[in-house]
């Protein structure tokens, strides 16, 4: 046997790369599109008729099929659920720091939807705002919920809590 | 031990690329069909146990989307194998063995599509001396196969005979991918594709869920007129180092045929899910199945497929794993 001792070798590099074509399925697709039209949709349970934004192809709770015809079209006003101040930067969000990001309950939905707040003053937010989409220009309407630039308050009195708690 | 059966089954068809679903999208009706025609709901499920790969869908945790499709509010009971579906469906044997469930629900799915499945199963070679030369699954099975030619285990006409036999049992299938009326002299006239291979002795690429119903005893007498009682089930595993297997038979199709008890009595019906034809004759050989044994007739190409939907007394279903045939399951069902 040798007496030279060679040295463990500790890192291997074996880089994997593998390419994925996804398709965002039938009814993420249905969702898309219509937020190109400038349309939020959920969609409603069969069961207890919840809806659900975005659109899912199956209720999560009773795992029946949510059928296209359970698409319903949503207002693009909302109640603020909770939030929290980001100081932090994001590679993705193009915001000034900081920035506000929320869960906003549109109204007739049963599920929240994540965004950021914008035209607010940080000290001004509370749970049980309303708020109000703020669209990017028509031209600019794309498959995305980058669509919507941010929510804006609404000039109404808050949501009560009653209304939004099972949401927090 | 407690008695088992399969009471209910549902699948979806195999498709070479599914372009509208999303891998849950597939799921959904075929677990929906399953509940319905079984008439049960969400709350007579005690135990929940699915087979599928992340690295299918190219995503961390990707099967726990999968459970839009079960419906887990309330809290479910559930389980998951980075493995085929028929490995769920052990794990959930077990678990009504040991007297936590009298009814399971067991899915597999998956969307190969959106990769390079070839490439993708180089993934579960050795990861230091193998793996990163990146041999493609098909360049693995055809290494197998070059041995067993050379060695006169199989001949090619062997070999393209399983082909003709799986793709004209598949013209009953609506649910098969890959069919319809060859000769053996037609498909040796083919050129190869990963020599010694030809197209026809490699499974196709398919999207595709099926989900199974397991009942315990009563349960399972309650539920379905002729339930397929599991009268012996078995998985066994070889090594992975390729080098150190006996590739030219299927010591651990074998065993665990040995152990579930095949031999025990004549078998109607066989389901084997070799993924190349000539590892499909190593499992026949292995389960030592003869002429009066309907071997898949289904086609092959999903395992137990068709145990619901023929009249046999007595089948045998097969599972496999790995690279050449590495692991393999065997389920012996009795109607």
Known sequence: ?168 | MRDVAVVAFSQSPSVRRETDCNEVEILIPVIHELRTNAGITNEDVDFVCSGSSDYLAGQSFAFVSGLDAVGAWPPVCESHVEMDGAWALYEAWVKIQMGYAELALVYGFGKPSMGDLPLTMALQLDPYSVMPLWPDAVSIAALQARLLLDDGVVSERDMAEVAVRDRANAKQNPYAQVKGDFSVDQILADPYLVSPLRKHDCSPISDGASAILLAAGDRAKDLCKRPAWIRGIEHICEPQDLGVRDLKRSRSTEIAAEKAGVRAGKIDVAELSAPFTHQEILVERALGLGSETSINPSGGALAGNPIMAVSADRAVAHATSGPCLQQNLICVLEG
């Open chain 1, 1 to 168: 046997m040798s007496e030279e001792v060679s040295e463990p070798i500790e890192v291997l590099r074996l880089p994997v790369e593998l390419e994925y074509q996804y398709t965002a399925g039938k009814s993420a697709s249905r969702f898309l599109r219509g937020l190109q039209q400038g349309k939020l949709l959920g969609q409603r349970c069969p069961v207890d008729g919840r809806v659900y934004f975005p659109t899912r192809g199956c209720c999560p709770q009773h795992g029946v099929p949510m059928a296209e015809e359970g698409s319903i079209e949503l207002p693009d006003v909302g109640t603020l659920v909770t939030y929290s101040i980001v100081r932090v930067p994001s590679a993705n969000i193009p915001l000034e720091l900081p920035y506000v990001t929320i869960q906003v309950l549109l109204d007739g939905a049963d599920t929240v939807m994540m965004h950021v707040l914008g035209e607010c003053e940080l000290e001004d937010v509370h749970m049980g705002m309303r708020l109000e989409a703020k669209w990017k220009p028509e031209e600019e309407w794309e498959t995305s919920v980058g669509n919507i630039l941010y929510f804006v308050p609404l000039d109404e009195p808050d949501a009560p809590y009653e209304s939004y708690k099972e949401h927090i």
